[in-house]
């Protein structure tokens, strides 16, 4: 499994030759001017919530590539409207797709679209491919709700916002890692604008003083598990 940083909360998984984008904010993030989008593989596109900095680019990479969109149901149907294919899920829901499977869990945050439509119940998701486990918190409160996760799931690792001011910040995801129970943390949700920029070794530091390995990636930059 290998995933790509496209700055903010935007992230690329290929897993075997499958290809997934998550929440594709890209073209008008400043901090990723070097992302063409029109060059992003995309079978499918997973939404976390319906908020501008996480659908922007959806529309477009969906209709160049006939991605499927894998959302709450309000923002499949929101999308299939456009006449974009999606597969609408809702929170505690699994599907097991070609790639793997994908579960919905909670989020706290909120989630309205650009023109205030109601965009559903924000969320988070735990995809389980290529004998690797991930949790993509979406954005989020720190929440009780995460203990749930490791009952089912031994996480390889967590992809947690930590900007602060519009979800949980580098002390509460500290805690959230405790939650789910992984030490291995990428950040996201960052330095985008004003609101959520961070001092990145004054992060990694607060990690590493609990024996955490917290990750901030270059935009463009990836891992593999």
């Not at 993030?29 to 499918?44: F, G």
């Not at 917290?214 to 598990?225: A, F, P, T, V």
């Amino acid at each position: 499994m290998k995933i790509t940083f496209y700055g903010h909360a935007s992230l690329g998984i290929q897993i075997d030759d499958v290809n997934i984008l998550v929440d594709p904010f890209i073209t008008r993030n400043p901090n990723a001017s070097n992302i063409d989008i029109n060059t992003l593989k995309a079978d499918y596109i997973l939404v976390t919530h319906a908020h501008q900095d996480h659908i922007l680019d959806v529309e477009a990479i969906a209709k160049r590539t006939n991605a499927v969109i894998i959302s709450n149901y309000e923002i499949v149907t929101y999308y299939g409207n456009l006449g974009l294919e999606g597969h609408p899920m809702n929170l505690g829901g699994q599907w097991d797709f070609e790639f793997g499977s994908v579960k919905y869990v909670n989020a706290i945050h909120t989630s309205s679209f650009p023109d205030g439509s109601y965009g559903g119940q924000p969320g988070g998701f735990v995809i389980e491919g290529e004998h690797k486990n991930i949790y993509i918190a979406g954005d989020t409160a720190l929440t009780f709700d995460m203990k749930l996760i490791p009952l089912q799931t031994k996480l390889d690792l967590a992809i947690l916002p930590i900007g602060d001011n519009f979800t949980m910040g580098i002390d509460d995801a500290m805690i959230a890692s405790d939650f789910v129970e992984c030490d291995k943390i990428l950040g996201y949700h960052y330095d985008t604008f004003g609101y959520i920029e961070i001092d990145h070794e004054v992060a990694k530091r607060k990690f590493f003083e609990k024996n955490k390995d917290l990750m901030l990636l270059q935009i463009g930059d990836s891992i593999e598990l």
